[in-house]
């Protein structure tokens, strides 16, 4: 009776949570709160709502995610890390912070749910493998398989209705779910950073982590003196971008044995010396760029395998009045513009899968593969109302483009709201196109050619046309029939 209880209250609350708006914060206001060095308090009051909110937003819009991704062995898994998080945070929300030992205690939760959801992203990308090999072995499903993009068997594959894509779906559901994760992930570490150093843990709790552990921040900008909880205000955008450039060349090194140069260059009216500085992330904006950096080694390395000379890459950046924009070119290949929809597309990759992280074979990080380099890393420029996309010329090469906000008061998290809206996308629904579509045409078209064909008979082009277009024969017939006795009655 009383776990009866239990459960009924957590459900409660979990729809009472779900059904508040997240509270979206721009990075003005984290620098101001960590430079005037509030009490801790000020943050727990804060975040003993706001975490609920986020976390549960985001476990009951995955509840509505369709049943054959959502009985994976993966997302199982991450619903009950999700539970779990959610519990231990709601036992904050009845606490007084002004009891130290309550802060003590929320320092070390926060960093135990920080460390259980550190492999989320990995977990989750498991679970959308195992929901596609359980549509690929599914009789009933039919699929049209791709070895090349296995993202096409789910796209060919209709779940509910002919119109209904389940990839759409779990597209639409995974940009929300990761970008939910950055923005918890931010409040966390903020706090963190800001207060850990401040406290002394007195407990040793073999389940607990540690307060050493606590102060674990993966900042690629050596100033770390710069940073206030994630933030840095004075971050060298260029020494970055080399940082950036020259990993990415190791890495590139040790797969292909050989890499290319970049040439950086820069240009403001407002800055001084050879510096360009705004206030961001410094880890969000070395993952962006690192991506990057990646993508236009290898596409030049691709192209120009065996060559003694290669093209180097070039990384220009500019500060203007609204945006700080960072435009990194190459000279591989190029994207054919019928592949540029699906450039951000989550595990879809032109390079072969590489095995998992565990394989004993695996001796050096693999350079691509796992197709979520482009998307997450999307995630992480939009996070902060910027963006990312690209420009690319088949044939010649890609310019990959981001843009930043300059002013911190105007960058501004970007979160996902569990409305009625973001429901809709979740049920079966029909879809008619209100443009006609020259690929389906012309798939209509041959096949009907092909069909004559295969059967033996004369291929007669415009029935076929005409069965392109929804008609058959004698409507072709009587309209033919009908114009030729308006020509008499002439």
């Known amino acids: ?79 009950e890390w999700y539970d779990m998080s959610f519990k231990e945070l709601l036992e904050f929300t009845k606490l007084d912070p002004n009891k130290p030992k309550v802060l003590e205690r929320f320092l070390v939760t926060l960093g135990n749910v920080k460390n259980r959801h550190s492999s989320v992203v990995e977990t989750m990308a498991e679970g959308v493998r195992e929901m596609r090999l359980k549509l690929l072995d599914d009789p009933l499903s039919e699929p049209i398989i791709n070895s090349s993009n296995i993202s096409e068997v789910i796209r060919s594959t209709a779940m509910y209705s002919p119109s209904w894509s389940l990839d759409e779906t779990v597209q639409y559901f995974l940009d929300r779910f990761y970008m939910n994760r950055i923005s918890v992930n931010m409040l966390i570490e903020t706090h963190l950073s800001l207060f850990s150093r401040r406290s002394t843990m007195e407990e040793d709790d073999s389940d607990s982590i540690s307060s050493d552990e606590l102060d674990s921040d993966a900042d ?19 020494l970055l971008a080399k940082n950036a450039f020259e990993d990415a060349k190791d890495l590139c090194e040790k797969h ?15 800055i001084k010396g050879h510096k360009v500085k705004m206030t961001y992330v410094p880890s969000h904006l070395y993952h962006i760029l690192f991506e990057l950096f990646k993508n236009a080694q290898k596409a030049t390395l691709d192209k120009y395998t065996g060559s003694p000379k290669l093209p180097p890459l070039s990384c220009l950046i500019s500060k203007g009045e609204e945006d700080v924009v960072i435009k990194i070119s190459d000279r591989g290949r ?11 597309r989550y595990q879809c990759s ?31 420029a939009r996070y902060f109302s910027g963006d990312l996309w690209l420009n690319s010329i088949e044939g010649y090469g890609t310019d990959a483009m981001v843009a930043l906000k300059a002013k911190p008061s105007e960058a501004t998290e970007i979160l996902p709201l569990l409305n009625k809206t973001a429901s809709s996308h979740y049920s079966p629904h029909v879809q008619i196109n209100d443009w006609s579509d020259s690929r389906q045409i012309r798939k209509r078209y041959v096949s009907k050619v092909a069909a004559a064909a295969g059967s033996g008979s004369s291929v007669d082009a415009s029935a076929a046309t005409a069965a392109t277009l929804g008609r058959s024969k004698q409507e072709v017939a009587g309209s033919s029939s009908q114009s030729s006795s308006s020509k008499v009655h002439d």
């Open 334 to 344: 190029g994207i054919a513009r019928s592949n540029l929809t699906n450039i951000f």
């Open 220 to 238: 690629v900008n050596k100033e770390v003196h710069h940073l206030i909880g994630c933030l840095d205000p004075r971050c060298d955008v260029i």
């Open 1 to 79: 009776m009383r776990l009866t209880k239990y459960l009924f209250s957590v459900f409660s609350d979990l729809q009472y949570y779900a059904h508040c708006t997240p509270i979206a914060l721009s990075m003005q206001q984290l620098i101001d709160f960590g430079a005037k060095h509030r009490p801790p308090q000020d943050s727990f009051n804060f975040l003993q709502k706001e975490l609920p909110v986020r976390m549960a937003n985001i476990m009951v819009e995955m509840s509505l995610l369709p049943e054959v991704l959502l009985t994976t062995q993966s997302v199982t898994q991450i619903k």
């Open 350 to 380: 032109s390079s072969p899968t590489p095995p998992p992280p565990d394989d004993e074979t695996l001796t050096v990080s693999p350079l691509s593969g796992y197709g979520y380099g482009l998307p997450l890393s999307r995630l992480y």
């Open 256 to 270: 292909f044995g050989f890499s290319t140069d970049c040439q950086f260059a820069h240009y403001s009216d407002s």
